[in-house]
């Protein structure tokens, strides 16, 4: 779960980030997905702002999110004030064996920041000082979300001030690679257990992309990996602290999903991974994999 170097070359946006009452834990911790919300403040109005993004758009080619990675770090934190949060992204793309790009991606860095703090009780020690809260990288692949399915893949592109394969080569992590136990792990579970019922995608889990926002399947998933764990008597108060997600197939409204969740512990710390398999579906054919520590 580890969150790629940022390349040197970047320009760094900053912004507040709206913190809701919710995305602060009891003890005082950012939730994960909470991270997420300075992705577009920082980024995506930036990127969309430049004449090769809009150029990309009017063609149909549009950034849609393939991998995250999402690290949260100690606090505590109050609700307020807002988190500030500074980002940065970058083109680059995957090599094919033939030449060119196999694939053509946007990364995103985020790193959120906030003061140390507390809601209710006395301050806390080292209160009022500005500590990272958490780290996110969100990579991005370029699609043709709405073409017919043979012509979706972008390997190339055409818009002002952006080369045809643009930014630094980089290998690519395979969806089946996040889903895999660390070196030395002790399962928990011999092997991925799949939940007992599955779960139905409704409208209130879609955005305007037309499928299941992303961040639908970190909260699903973290809690079936609550519940493996209770399984195995591990009942206290966890919260996932970081988290790695690939996502190889979309979702829509309507469609129902089982997780598969095989726990584990390693370096005297808990985590789990997982997929969601469609109801009916091919096990070894699952829409989203991911990889989650407590």
Known sequence: MLIPEIPDDVEWG????????????????????????????????????????????????????????????????????????????????????????ERILVGMWLEVRAPIGAVYGAPPDRAGEVVVAGR???????????????????????????????????????????AKLPAGATKLDPDPVAEPSSFVFGMMHTDWNQHVNSLVYLRLFEEAALRRMKAHGHSGP????????????????????????QAYEHEGKLGATGAFVPEGGAAEKPTCFVHLGF
Request: no cysteine; net charge positive.
């Open 238 to 261: 966890l919260l996932a602290r970081r988290a790695e997600i690939a996502y190889a197939k979309p979702s829509f409204a309507g469609d129902a999903v089982r997780v598969s969740v």
């Open 136 to 178: 996110v990288y969100a990579e991005h692949t370029l699609t043709r979300p709405f073409a017919s399915p043979g012509e979706r893949r972008v390997t190339k592109i055409d818009a002002p001030g952006l080369d045809a394969v643009p930014g630094r080569a980089t290998a690519r992590v395979l969806p089946t690679d996040v």
């Open 14 to 101: 900053e912004a507040e980030v709206p913190s809701r009452f919710e995305d602060v834990a009891q003890d005082g911790r950012i939730q994960l997905g909470a991270m997420l919300h300075g992705l577009g403040r920082t980024n995506w109005r930036r990127l969309m702002k430049q004449p090769g993004s809009k150029e990309l758009m009017s063609q149909g080619v549009v950034p849609i999110l393939t991998r995250l990675v999402v690290h949260g770090y100690d606090g505590p934190f109050a609700v307020d004030p807002n988190p500030q949060a500074r980002g940065a992204f970058a083109f680059s793309h995957v090599p094919a064996e033939t030449g060119g790009a």
